[in-house]
């Protein structure tokens, strides 16, 4: 019962992926010091080919120990260029974000996409 559970639950985090785990540096609900461990994860080399994977794949047994921080990598970097958002606010603390233009106009632009979604059948 677990395993269909943990399956079925997993099945609706197909919209997340390493650009679109930056979506969360916008959150008003994501904690500065996790945003601060994100903003080190760009750093980190991605697992993946060039592109990554459309979306992550995870180990149902280390899903629990997942933070937002352990889905950003350098390819993460990529949301910023598909979308032309400015990225320079990524170099201030975190603290100082809601003063910074750039931030300001990004966060703007990201708090007025919409989500759409197809459909798509079970596997």
Partial sequence: MSELAMKKMTGHLWYL??????????????PNDTKRLMVRGLQTPSAHAHPPPKRITL????I?????????TQNTHRFFSITGL?????DKD???WSEDEDYQAAKKTVSAMRVTTTLQSEE
């Fill in 64 to 72: 629990e120990t997942k933070n937002l921080k352990d889905f950003v």
């Fill in 17 to 30: 992926s390493e650009e679109l785990i930056s979506l969360a540096l916008f959150d008003d609900n994501v």
């Fill in 59 to 62: 180990e149902t047994d280390t």
């Fill in 86 to 90: 400015p990225s320079t606010f990524l």
């Fill in 94 to 96: 975190v603290d100082l």
